[in-house]
């Protein structure tokens, strides 16, 4: 039987495996540097070489990591709590697809060519129009079901549509571009990037973290949610929107990094009590923890071509899932 632990103190534990790794990821890189050069370079004091490369190229990277990673696992804690399924994930709502579809359309018609920040600004309008599709159909007081088959639809056709991007590609360049972009990573990134998700990623955690006082009443049923005093509309809505702006920011800003949102809820669930609202804070430090630990292992691979974020996290996530699903299984017979 595993031991349940307060939440704060998970918290804890998950926020210095956090720091360390990220530590040990400003070390990593094709520019050998020791930790009194790295510490240097931090305050500005070393080798402004040195200071360059951390300051410019691998602190940005690891910082937008980890918050990729958190507001990943933030909201798929937010949306497995609402539709109560523990197999859900950020991606069901269609938030992921269109964001995607938004880059791909700022590449498609060369707007990436011309300005700098076309794709990730495409990104997140994209998912915002996503959102509002969504939060109308919420405000209507649709049920959990009809949001979920919404979602569906949603990432059915943008998905489509990016499918006939790559189809129409005029060139392989383009076609390359495309690609890569959706495999997902976080190479050459900057601060850039950090500074345009980071206001929408706030948002999204806010109002993801004020719905978690509701969240374990939906344990007990919609029906006895409601017979609480939970405003069953206003919480779809807060998780809804909240996931879409946090997921909408990150596939922005580093492609498509799936399984996360699926992956750290569950490995955090068994210390919370399986308490959905004491999951939201594990479950967000957990899913930094992972992508900044894959994007160290991707850093560190040997090889002329660098692995894909994106697909690290689906090598490791989709056996994890797959036992998931026979899990689930078994403990329902």
Do not use: C
Not at 157 to 186: C, K, Q, T
Not at 202 to 219: D, E, F, N, S, V
């Amino acid at each position: 039987m595993m031991a349940v632990g307060r939440p704060l103190g998970v918290a804890g534990v998950l926020l210095a495996a956090l720091l360390a790794v990220m530590a040990a990821s400003l070390l990593v890189g094709d520019a050998a540097l020791a930790p009194g050069d790295v510490l240097g370079a931090l305050l500005g004091t070393g080798d402004p070489r040195h200071v360059f490369i951390v300051q410019d190229i691998r602190l940005p990277r690891i910082l937008l990591g980890a918050l990729v990673g958190a507001s990943l696992g933030l909201s798929g804690a937010a949306v497995q709590g609402l539709l109560r399924n523990p197999l859900a994930d950020p991606g069901v709502v269609g938030i992921s697809a269109s964001a995607g579809l938004g880059a791909v359309v700022a590449l498609y018609y060369g707007i990436a060519a011309s300005f700098a920040l076309a794709v990730p600004l495409f990104a997140i309008l994209f998912s915002l129009a996503a959102t509002a599709v969504l939060a109308w159909l919420a405000g209507r007081d649709a049920s959990v079901l009809t949001l979920i088959l919404a979602g569906v639809a949603i990432s059915s056709l943008a998905g489509a549509l990016i499918s006939l991007a790559m189809n129409l590609s005029p060139n392989p360049f383009l076609l390359s571009d495309i690609v890569l972009w959706l495999l997902g990573s976080l190479a050459n990134r900057s601060a850039t990037e950090v500074v345009l998700a980071g206001p929408f990623m706030a948002a999204g955690w806010a109002l993801l973290l004020a719905a978690a006082r509701h969240l374990p009443a939906l344990t007990l049923g919609e029906e006895a949610a409601a017979s609480l005093g939970v405003d069953l509309r206003r919480l779809r809505l807060q998780v809804i929107v909240g996931a879409a702006l946090s997921v909408g920011a990150s596939v922005a800003v580093s492609g498509i990094v799936g399984f996360v949102g699926l992956v750290a809820p569950h490995l955090a669930r068994p210390f919370v009590g399986y308490d959905p609202g004491r999951l939201l804070v594990p479950s967000a430090l957990g899913g930094a923890l992972l992508v900044v630990a894959a994007d160290l292992l991707v850093r560190s691979g040997q090889g002329a071509a660098e692995l894909k974020l994106g697909v690290v996290t689906a090598l490791l996530g989709a056996p994890f899932f797959l036992w998931l699903v026979i899990h689930t299984r078994r403990t329902m017979r």
